[in-house]
């Protein structure tokens, strides 16, 4: 009932930014917690960054400092401002959230970086 859909993904350059972007429609209780995911050919999916509903934020070494995760005031969506980017970045970015008990998937966005 409940469906993810993420947005903002693109082209950009090294250096660049860009906003993703997700969106949960359906019959929605309660989002405990949204977090963000990428998974690149040939790595391991990586959890990026995630809010949990009390306001508390983590993010992964990799991006601290160039990513912030955010949401709005009902965790109805959730957003990334990915800042700094670079080759390295480049994966399908997955929207994840905790409704409840249960998790809820997005279906990705792509974000590649050149150099």
Same mark, same amino acid.
């Given at each position: 009932?409940?469906? =993810?859909? $993420? ?10 930014? =860009? ?8 019959? !929605?209780?309660?989002?405990?917690? !949204? ?10 999916? $990586? =959890?990026?960054?995630? =809010? ?16 912030? !995760? ?17 080759? $390295? ?10 409704? $409840? ?15």
């Amino acid at each position: 009932q409940v469906q =993810l859909v $993420e947005s903002g993904g693109g082209l950009v350059q090294a250096g660049g930014s =860009l906003r993703l972007s997700c969106a949960a429609s359906g019959s !929605i209780f309660s989002i405990n917690v !949204i977090s963000w995911y990428r998974q690149a050919p040939g790595k391991q999916r $990586e =959890l990026v960054a995630s =809010l949990s509903s009390g306001g508390s934020t983590s993010y992964a070494d990799s991006v601290k400092g160039r990513f912030t !995760i955010s949401g709005d005031n009902a965790m109805k969506a959730g957003y990334l401002q990915m800042n700094s980017l670079k080759p $390295e970045d480049t994966a399908v970015y997955h929207c994840v959230v905790r409704i $409840e008990s249960t998790r809820v998937w997005g279906q990705g966005t792509q974000v590649t970086v050149s150099s």
